[in-house]
């Protein structure tokens, strides 16, 4: 009997295994837009509480009962806090400062700053966040605070802080840290500060060093709250996770029941009107796994969080029917349409749905609860709220007895952002609001509709986008493309320009913030132009826009449209004139390739020919500028770039040809080939080619060179691109290639790029083995960071980016050799 039970386990462990086989750094659960985009961090998706991108709670809490006992199959419950002393989230608090620095006793109680400024919370420099600007280097801060009551459960200091902190209570040091800390954190205070509160009014004295970057301060303090008792609640066993392109599919045993939870977002990219519908497919199913039949009720608490940038903010939530419909709806009672901008950054605008047809054969409720009595209404107690904070939408319904017979049920989760993003002045609204007459209920009723038939495409896309997949590149890298679907999509906004353009901006997740960003649609192309070349239009459509209005002068491409979601031009502080130019060039002409028609380009001739004629000038021997590979710092003769200047001129050449310009196209095939024979005297470093011209002992990536190969310019002999590979896998590290030779970190979509310039399997394989090894492996658990450290597998920045678009590189080169 002990051998039959060990090797069951181990036959357990091993179909386990199986479906674990593919880790995810963070799972997809909900994605449509930077706004509406929800994760599982943890293997286990009730390991840990869901989250934002950004990793600021978003929770889903879902819960399964099999004959009186309680399964929690998703979510968990996280702290939350009393405030004693309110930060600047909650109050825009007045505090004494000044950026000078003062005598030594500054932090003591009786210490006189009655020179010193008023100021409000936060303090900082996000000018749309923070109400007191401060951009020096250092900022010294004291606030006098009232604490009438001493009895705490367990009290914490509040704290945000950019760069390095001291904080001070009454005197006393109670907090230091050098570094910054992106999000408030929540931390112990000593005993020995703790005995310097009194009850009445108290000093809270903060020192913060800006050392570069962005500037914030602003702090207070909160009791932690003690969790109201639950009844028992067990944690149900989750057998598998799985996903592909549209899906995340998790199994679950609960007692005697086999529980199935698939989150659907339908992002198919040729069908615009369902790609924006903001909409998400939950389907649970159950059936009896023991011969015997169960009792069956499921809860899902969705909170009120998902419609909110900070926890504090006031929301209002109601319930009721429409079109068969019951639905919960909920938002921010303050609505401050587009009012924000930023990159960490969450909306607190529009309204979050959960949706169910009504159905009295399972009795399906709904209400609203305040969060730490959410699952309090799965148990038949609580009473439904309208307002407050940290409320919970509660969906449940009862099955009744389950048998063999499996019995399933469709939550939707929809978010109305009324006005997505703000371009050139004008407030725009979704795509999928055409008219006065669209309404999120018609959206939520045809979403319900049309389940059947959108799953049925959504399954036979999973299945051609990942045949497609291995054929092009192997089992691997179809994983990495599965993985990398739904996020690059899920951080584009779809909206109509006033002038009638199709735009699909990004926002820059986890960089700066950037709307529109050209070095961030030029790596996220090809997955769209093998599924759809208008969306690669959309990212391009407000760049051509910017130059052509005359809104943006300059000679070259601009950086970016401003800072997510406002796009009234460029705020980034310095232009990558070479780059972006190089960039705008290059997918014009792959655009033209893909479509096998001149139209786009012919439209925008005149803007092309200029940035065409700066890199002529500008783009062979690139000046000390900014460019996307600068993570080691900027630098002068990068030949890299060169090479996308060159591949650029190569193809606007391509293009004037085929518009019948014949002697442009003669003018700059010649130019960029003669710049090709001396960029290999500059560049040639013996086995390989360096960093920079005439940098001996250097190297880099030549990711750009793919467009060369794509193209058809064929302008690089083949022998570049094979003494680069064969010098690459000399050079690689258990995590990948490094980006070049000063440091060892890399990016991933430039890999995958530099993959394709060959066409040896084993190469290919060789370059793709390690990427696969950092996504399954990487202990960073965040939506895929495309920039990684190739010796750990630890993530070095960003994360949740639409760059990993770039991984369809290789399934584009197989659709341009059909």
Known sequence: MKKIFA?????????????????????????????????????????????????????LLGLLRVDGKIYRFMGEKEKRYNTIVPAGDELNYTASYTETAPSADWMKPGFDDASWKKGQAPFG??????????????????????????????????????????????????????????????????????????????????????????????????DEV???????????????????????????????????????????????DLLARPVTYLATSVKSTDGADHSVQLYLGVSTDLAVNLPVQEVSATSYKSGGLQILKAGTVEQPILKKKGDDVRIDWGYVYVAAAANPAINLKQNISEDMQGSKAFFGAGSSVAKGKHLLLNTSWDWGKVGFAARQQVVMLGYDDLESIQYFGTNLKPWWKKGPNATMEAQLAAAHTSYSSVIAKCVAFNKKMRDDAV???????????????????????????PQGDLLFLSKENFSNG??????????????????????????????????????????????DLGTYPLANGQTYGEDMPVEESGNMLILAAAITKVEKNTAYA????????????????????????????????????????????????????????????????????ALAAGMVKKWMELADDGDHYSLTFEGKGTWSQKYNLVWDKLLGTNLFPATVYQKEIDYYLTRQNGFGLPLDSRRTYTKSDWILWTSALTDDRAKFDALIQPVYRFATETPSRVPLSDWHETTDGKMVGFQARSVVGGYFIKMLEAKLKK
């Open 226 to 272: 003690k969790d109201p008792a639950d009844p028992e609640i067990l944690v149900a066993q989750q057998e598998s996770v799985s996903l592909n392109a549209t899906q995340t599919k998790y199994k679950f045993t609960c007692g005697g029941i086999a529980l199935e939870a698939t989150f659907t977002s339908p992002l198919l990219l040729n069908n615009l």
């Open 7 to 59: 090797a069951a386990g181990l036959l357990a462990a091993s179909l386990f295994a199986g479906a674990q086989e593919f880790r995810a750094p963070a799972y997809p659960l909900i994605t449509h837009d930077p706004y509406f985009s929800i994760w599982s961090a943890t293997d286990e998706l009730a390991a840990s509480p869901t989250r934002h991108w950004t990793g600021t709670s978003q929770s």
């Open 471 to 497: 054929k092009a590149g192997g089992e691997n890298y179809a994983r990495l493309c599965e993985l990398a679907y739904r996020q690059s999509v899920a951080a584009h906004k779809l909206v109509k320009s």
């Open 602 to 669: 012919a439209k925008h001739w005149n803007t092309l020919s200029v940035w065409a004629d700066y890199l002529s000038k500008e783009g062979f021997d690139p000046a000390n500028q900014l460019c996307t590979d600068d993570f080691a710092g900027h630098l002068a003769r990068n030949a890299n770039l060169s090479v996308k200047a060159i591949v650029a001129l190569g193809g606007y050449a391509q293009m004037a040809a085929q518009l019948g310009k014949k002697d442009v196209a003669e003018k700059y095939q």
């Open 514 to 559: 950037s709307i529109n960003t050209v070095d961030i649609t030029y790596p996220s192309a090809p997955m769209y132009l093998v599924y759809n070349p208008d969306l690669l239009k959309g990212m391009m459509n407000g760049i051509f826009y910017y130059s052509e209005s005359g809104k943006w002068k300059k000679p070259f491409a601009a950086h």
């Open 125 to 222: 420099d996000n000018e749309g966040i923070c109400k007191t600007i401060w951009r020096s280097r250092d900022i010294w801060t004291r606030r006098k605070v009232t604490i009438n009551d001493l009895t705490f459960s367990k009290l914490l200091l509040k704290l945000q802080h950019d760069d390095d902190v001291e904080v001070f209570i009454n005197g006393e040091l109670a907090y230091a840290y050098k570094g910054f800390a992106g999000k408030f954190t929540y931390l112990p205070l000593s005993g020995t500060v703790l005995s310097k509160l009194k009850t009445g009014e108290n000093l809270l004295a903060v020192h913060v060093t800006n050392t570069g970057g962005g500037a914030w301060l602003d702090a207070g303090l909160v």
